[in-house]
């Protein structure tokens, strides 16, 4: 049986790994990218599995705004859902190893964990 709701829907705790300046659309709104660091304990098969990733995210709007001012290495705790991304060329690789299919947009933010 399908589920009736479809829900996309992630919390996600993490650090400011990479960050890029805000930029500013044609259309005057603030977009902010950057990349997030995350590390948990989670359960898989009845077995304990520590997680460390990658994961590019964005944030629009008075969202982006505030990100622009939290400095590299920043703990927060931000909601938000993931989509798909356009594809490019990574220029590094690092940006190799970022998930480049989805990206996680955020809609808000906390400080800390």
Known sequence: MKPSV???QL?????LHERQELRVLPT??????????????????????????LLSARAVGPVAERMARLQTGTSIRAWGFVAPRRQAKAESAEQARVASSLIFTINEFTLGE
């Open 11 to 15: 919390i996600l705790v993490g650090r």
């Open 28 to 53: 005057g709104m603030p977009v902010f990218d950057c990349i997030l660091w995350h590390e948990s304990d989670v359960t898989e098969a009845h077995a304990t599995r520590s997680l460390g990733f």
């Open 6 to 8: 479809r829900a996309n």
